[in-house]
């Protein structure tokens, strides 16, 4: 008799503090940055991944933050965009003071459950809250950089016209290759707004999404009563819980 011994896997990747250095800083919001990054050691990225962000200020002391990556994994730049948590200890160096030239130290990417390819087949459909946008964007960027074709719809809420992460480039990538996206604003409206004006519920989700016999890839990621709130309805709609899957944060912004 022969034994065959099954494959040892590899093992993980420990992950290396490295320097990132800011080479621009894009405004999207009133309260939110894109930092453009140069990290030499970068070893590239999945649609869906984030990074952890360390500042050591100069007493010694660390502070450290979870951000979702912004750009497609085809991009020549790493990209994170941050929404400034006026309490945080984070966000508001950089949301609001970093500039270019600024160093700071990075690790990842991490994460592998969140995160997808033009490779998975079916439809996308992605549903954001606020910032949570950040990696759904990162999604999209690829679907277009790598020249996906299969329907992609964002269904994203926001409290504001002022506060919608990517504007213009959203409205941009919502008219290309099969690409659609959808705006619902929860508090105001401007004058001759056509879009949805309330929370995300089962009537929008049932008139922007997929029916579930599409058997769609879902993504949601926002503050947690919309992420739990989505993946309940879509589930009660009859779509395959394996097929959503989710990331949160909480009040003070998550992962800030």
């Known amino acids: 008799m022969t034994v065959t011994e099954a494959p040892v896997a590899a093992p993980a990747r420990r992950l290396q503090w490295m ?13 939110a940055n894109s930092l453009v ?32 990556i912004a750009s497609a994994p085809e991009s020549p730049s790493l990209a994170i965009t941050v929404e400034r948590i006026a ?10 003071e970093a500039r270019p030239g600024d160093v700071f130290e990075l690790r990842g ?19 954001a809250g606020g910032s949570g946008v950040v990696p759904l964007m990162a999604m ?20 504001t016209v002022d506060d919608i992460i990517y504007r213009a480039e959203l409205e941009r990538l919502g008219g290309e290759g099969g690409a659609r996206v ?7 409206q ?7 004006a309330r929370r ?23 503050p947690t009563p919309l992420v739990e709130a989505a993946a309940r309805t879509l589930r009660d709609i009859g779509h395959a819980p394996n097929l959503i899957k989710t990331e949160r944060f909480g009040p003070t912004g998550g992962s800030q």
């Open 19 to 31: 320097t990132a250095t800011v080479r621009e800083v894009i405004a999207e919001t009133p309260r």
């Open 37 to 68: 990054l140069e990290v030499p050691d970068w070893p590239g990225h999945r649609a869906g991944q984030h990074v952890d962000v360390r500042l050591t200020g100069e007493d010694g002391y660390q502070a450290q933050r979870s951000y979702s």
């Open 87 to 96: 309490e945080g200890e984070v966000s508001p160096y950089l949301a609001g």
């Open 109 to 127: 990417p991490i994460g592998g459950y969140f995160v997808w390819t033009t490779a998975l087949e079916g439809p996308l459909l992605l549903v």
């Open 140 to 159: 999209l960027r690829h679907r277009a950089a790598a020249g996906g074709t299969a329907p992609a719809t964002l269904l994203y809420s926001s409290r």
């Open 182 to 188: 959808v705006h619902t604003l929860t508090r105001t």
């Open 190 to 196: 401007p004058p001759g707004w056509n879009g949805f």
């Open 200 to 222: 995300i519920d089962r009537a929008m989700l049932e008139a922007v999404g997929f029916a579930a016999g599409a058997r769609p890839r879902i993504f949601i990621c926002g």
